[in-house]
């Protein structure tokens, strides 16, 4: 079935740094990927998606590119900020539910 | 609009108690979901509704029963729970079941069994 792996954290930045994070995927066909963010003390929140190959999701900044060709889906962002501190799960479907990723802890500091 | 309520937002509960935990979307989408998500684990599939009928139980204990009384409602009956059922269950909802499908989540339940 299909699977998703990330790359370990915690990630520590400071305040306008540039962000990445890692994601590869393996996937028979061609699933919608998905990057979700949980922050602290609550539920998960979409942050960004992509519907096929090449495809750019974007959303607050951050941006991740469907790679069929290196099966990877890595999250961006070219300066972060203290809010963008949180979890963030890599995800795609596999049937009707999804697999995540680990998840990445990143941590902003002024 | 993407919203997913859920409540309550905290619940403690004895293991012989019986609760139930409640989830509400208003956006016409036609699959529902239960997840539970452990401390600093990622969010793990318990059942799936499509069409308000069950289509997935991914071998969970049968002291969880959900309920799909209407396309908008999902309900998680809990029964004699253990401590290890102690973690945070998010509701989530889809437009349809399926790969190309976005599920939007609600903020969850922080459930504490003693």
């Known amino acids: 079935g299909n699977s998703v792996t990330q790359m370990e954290g915690p990630v520590t930045l400071s305040e306008e740094a540039f962000l990445t994070i890692n994601c590869t995927y393996t996937?028979?066909?061609?699933?919608?990927l998905f990057w979700y963010v949980q922050y602290p003390g609550e539920g998960l929140q979409l942050l960004l998606k992509?519907?096929?190959?090449?495809d750019k999701g974007s959303n607050k900044g951050f941006e991740a590119t469907y790679r069929k060709e290196t099966t990877s889906f890595h999250l961006e962002k070219g300066s972060v900020q203290v809010s963008d501190s949180a979890v963030y799960f890599c995800?795609?479907?596999?049937?009707?539910?999804?697999?995540f990723g680990t998840g990445t802890r990143l941590q902003v500091f002024p | 609009d993407t919203e997913v309520t859920q409540t309550p937002k905290h619940l403690v509960m004895g293991m012989t108690n019986k609760k139930s935990l409640k989830c509400e979307q208003h956006?016409?989408?036609?699959?529902m979901y239960w997840y539970k998500q452990k401390a600093k684990k990622p969010p793990e599939l318990m059942f799936v509704?499509?069409?308000?009928?069950?289509?997935i139980n991914e071998s969970v204990p049968s002291r969880f029963s959900p309920e799909c009384p209407n396309s908008s409602l999902l309900n998680l009956h809990l029964h004699a729970l253990q401590p290890e059922d102690s973690a945070l269950y998010l509701c989530?909802?889809?437009?349809?079941?399926?790969?190309?499908?976005?599920?939007?989540f609600g903020p969850g339940t922080r459930l504490l069994v003693l």
């Open positions: 989530a909802s889809s437009q349809l079941a399926g790969q190309q499908e976005t599920q939007y």
């Open positions: 996937a028979t066909g061609y699933p919608s």
């Open positions: 992509a519907t096929k190959a090449d």
């Open positions: 995800a795609l479907p596999n049937t009707d539910k999804l697999i």
């Open positions: 956006m016409g989408h036609r699959a």
């Open positions: 509704y499509s069409y308000e009928k069950l289509s």
